[in-house]
């Protein structure tokens, strides 16, 4: 008989700022909070890992590959 376990996939829950289907701002935002929550609560902690999982599901892999580079080189355009 086949595995009948199911795998739950989930994305970021619907964000009043964010109307739109063009989800691009959104995924920028998410990025942006986790990295924020990240130096107010330290790397350590667990408290950020929901915005992590929202970015994650927004946002185009390379992009994020790209916004880590900039922010290790100094030059990400966001407000960190």
């Known amino acids: 008989m086949a595995d009948e376990s199911q795998i ?3 994305t970021a829950p619907a964000d009043f700022r964010f109307p739109t289907t ?3 701002r959104h995924c920028f935002t998410r990025y ?3 990295h924020r929550c990240l130096a107010a609560k330290g790397e350590e902690s ?4 929901r915005f ?19 922010r290790e080189n100094g030059t990400f355009p966001g407000p960190l």
Do not use: D, H, M
């Open 8 to 10: 739950e996939l989930k």
């Open 22 to 24: 063009n989800q691009t």
């Open 32 to 34: 942006i909070e986790f």
């Open 46 to 49: 667990n408290e950020c890992e």
């Open 52 to 70: 992590a999982k929202y970015y994650r599901s927004l946002c185009p892999g390379e992009w994020v590959e790209r916004w880590n580079e900039q």
